[in-house]
């Protein structure tokens, strides 16, 4: 079983559309997770990281359910500059420690008018 | 904003020679990584460094690569004798007591 899956995609969807991306990881003492986003042959950028509690950053949710090792992130009302790969990161450290991140192939979306 | 800064963007080499990879992570940031990414795959880790020495290394990061941080700025990546198949995207991260990482552009190496 990979350590980070995702549906590569693509997605597309209209602007102003909602979209989810799901994501699951293997590995029960992962600590941290975190989405970025990549656009083509660019760095990863850090979007959000994700909580327990969920969390909600302007159009973007974030949820995490431990007890199923499963990530979401869902955007609000989709903006052509959204599309972009998106990558679902887990990390088994929490803070203070220099710690690998664990990537998963990403979820290409793509906005169209 | 502070950011994360890597040189060159694109380094061309032969087979077998030495290349080095610099960066200079955000200023006030105790932890530093390297990762790369093949065209199309996703990013993997190579090596985390905190306090002048190495903290974790992938199965990747053999004997033929190295990292330094010669002065209180640079992080540097060395691969002593390149192959066809280190040719990537090699990306430097930085982190400070937190845990989110924040990575440079980039240095998109090329073995011929």
């Known amino acids: 079983r990979k350590e980070v899956e995702q549906d590569p995609g693509p997605f597309n969807v209209p602007e102003g559309a909602t979209v989810a991306f799901n994501c699951t990881y293997s590995?029960?003492?992962?600590?941290?997770f975190f989405w970025y986003r990549q656009d083509c042959r660019k760095e990863p950028k850090l979007l959000m990281s994700?909580?327990?509690s969920g969390n909600e950053d302007g159009r973007f949710t974030a949820q995490l359910n431990r007890a199923s090792q499963y990530i979401s992130l869902l955007i609000r009302d989709s903006k052509l500059s959204d599309s972009a790969t998106y990558l679902c990161?887990?990390?088994?450290?929490?803070?203070?420690?220099?710690?690998?991140?664990?990537f998963g192939t990403g979820t290409r979306l793509q906005v169209t008018l | 904003e502070p950011e994360v800064t890597q040189t060159p963007s694109h380094q061309v080499t032969q087979m077998g020679q030495e290349v080095i990879l610099r960066c200079v992570p955000i200023?006030?940031?105790?932890?530093f990584y390297w990762y790369r990414q093949i065209l199309g795959q996703k990013v993997e880790f190579l090596v985390s460094?905190?306090?002048?020495?190495?903290?974790?290394k992938s199965e990747i990061f053999d004997d033929q690569f190295s990292v330094e941080r010669p002065d209180g700025s640079n992080f540097t990546l060395k691969i002593r004798s390149t192959k066809l198949e280190d040719s990537a995207m090699y990306f430097c991260?930085?982190?400070?007591?937190?845990?989110?990482?924040?990575f440079g552009p980039g240095t998109r190496l090329t073995v011929l």
């Open positions: 994700v909580y327990s």
């Open positions: 200023s006030n940031h105790l932890y």
């Open positions: 460094f905190y306090n002048n020495e190495i903290s974790e």
């Open positions: 990161v887990v990390n088994l450290a929490s803070t203070g420690t220099a710690s690998k991140l664990t």
């Open positions: 991260a930085s982190s400070d007591v937190g845990y989110e990482q924040f």
């Open positions: 590995n029960s003492a992962s600590q941290s």
